[in-house]
């Protein structure tokens, strides 16, 4: 099944190591919001995300929108929701996707559960894979009307990352960029020496 992937999708999972229901609906979520912002290739805008779920399905936005947490172009701001807003520095449009509500049944969840905790027969453990299988499929091949929703926002981003200075904290020696800097008795503390730990 794997190798029929589309190739944007099979860098997706190299980069989060397996396939799963979270990882199909953050590839169809990133998709949507590239195709809503006018663009084929993320390279043709300056894009930042700004995730509301910490979970699988971010990790596409890291590689089919390059939105990477080192290059600062992701931020996460969790609120439980499968909601993500990507913005365009460039055109400074920018639009929030959402997973439209989906209910798994309650045998499923109870399945799942089980799986999770390593108490199911061998015959359920394949009715568990073969049911996720098809739960992932149908997310990759599902109309974008019935899997999601795109609305355009307004959104202020975050600013760019400017360089900082980077001093030695007088207590350890190690160097620290200066945003993090405290001052401990009038001298530069990194955070781990400016708290003192209380015994
Ligand atoms: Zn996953
Ligand atoms: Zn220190």
Redesign the pocket.
């Known amino acids: 099944m794997e190798s029929a992937y589309p190739a944007d999708l099979k860098k997706v999972l190299e980069f ?1 190591g ?1 396939m ?1 229901p ?2 199909a609906i953050g590839y169809r979520l990133a998709k949507a919001a590239l195709a809503a912002l006018g663009y084929s290739h993320p390279d043709e805008g300056d894009l930042v995300t700004i995730a509301e779920s910490d979970r ?1 399905t971010v990790d596409p936005f890291q590689i089919i929108l390059g939105c990477t947490l080192g290059k600062g172009k992701l931020y996460i701001n969790s609120t439980g929701k499968q909601a993500f807003s990507v913005g365009c520095r460039t055109s400074g449009k920018a639009v929030r996707v959402i997973q439209l509500p989906y209910n798994y049944s309650a045998e499923s969840d109870d399945l799942t559960r089980r799986v999770m905790a390593g108490r199911v027969t061998d015959e359920e453990y394949r009715q568990y894979k073969t049911a996720r299988e098809s739960r992932i499929q149908e997310i990759l091949t599902m109309p974008a009307a019935e899997l999601l929703k795109v609305e355009s926002v307004s959104l202020s981003l975050p600013e760019k990352e400017t360089i900082h200075n980077s001093p030695c904290c007088a207590f350890c020696g190690e160097q620290v960029m200066e945003p993090w800097t405290r001052l401990r008795a009038g001298k530069i503390a990194c955070i781990r020496c400016a708290t003192p730990v209380v015994r």
């Open positions: 989060h397996h799963c979270g990882v699988c």
